[in-house]
Each structure stands twice: as structure tokens, then as C-alpha cells.
């Protein structure tokens, strides 16, 4: 699992990843900012948490990922079959492969 979060974190713009679980409990993290990690799986979980159950109401299918623009930087969080996997990256980032490398990394989470 470290493995993947380190190929993951040589995208360019990628600041630092984690594979948290559903409860926000860190399973695993490569983050190369100042974030605290604990911080930033109790927030995956929590707004995870609350989009699931609001697609549940408007009877949808479930969440697949979420990305947050903050004036920092960008969060991605991922569905997993671990858990979700966050990814921060700089405020300038290619999205588009960013997003291709979380699929690339999610799809050796599911093999491994």
C-alpha cells in the first residue's frame, strides 16, 4: 500500500496521499505537507459520509470521488475497496492526470 501512495505522490502537483477507512482511521499515509494526517482522514470521513447519505435520499448510485478547492490546494478523495484514498495537490494541478494516476493507484489497491 505504501508503495502505491509513493508512486502516486511522483505525479507532478501531488503534494501527498492516504488510504484512510470508512471510520477516518488512517490505514496508511505519504503526505509531504503540513497536514496533520489524523485531521485530514476525520474530514474524508465525515464529507464522505454525508454525500453518500445524501445520494442515498435522491436514490442514486453511490459516491465515486470528490474533489475540494481550497485556496491552498486541491483535495481529491476516492472510493476504494480499502477505504478512500485522499490525494492533496498544489493549487495549480493538471486535474485530469491527477485523476488518471488515483484510478492508475486504485486499481493496485483493489489487486493488493
Do not use: C, H
Not at 10 to 28: C, E, L, R, Y
Not at 40 to 58: D, P, Y
Not at 84 to 103: A, S
Amino acid at each position: 500500500m505504501y508503495q502505491v501512495l509513493s508512486e502516486l505522490n511522483k505525479t507532478p502537483g501531488v503534494t501527498g496521499s492516504m488510504v484512510v477507512g470508512n471510520d477516518g482511521i488512517v490505514v496508511a499515509a505519504d503526505l509531504k505537507t503540513g497536514l496533520e494526517s489524523e485531521t485530514v482522514g476525520a474530514l474524508a470521513a465525515s464529507i464522505t459520509t454525508s454525500i453518500q447519505k445524501s445520494l442515498s435520499r435522491l436514490e442514486t448510485s453511490p459516491w465515486a470521488q470528490v474533489t475540494i478547492e481550497a485556496e491552498d490546494g486541491k483535495l481529491f478523495f476516492s472510493d476504494t475497496n480499502v477505504g478512500i484514498l485522499v490525494v492533496t495537490t498544489e493549487k495549480i494541478v493538471n486535474v485530469g492526470l491527477v485523476r488518471l494516476e488515483i484510478k492508475n493507484a486504485i486499481d493496485q489497491l483493489r489487486l493488493s
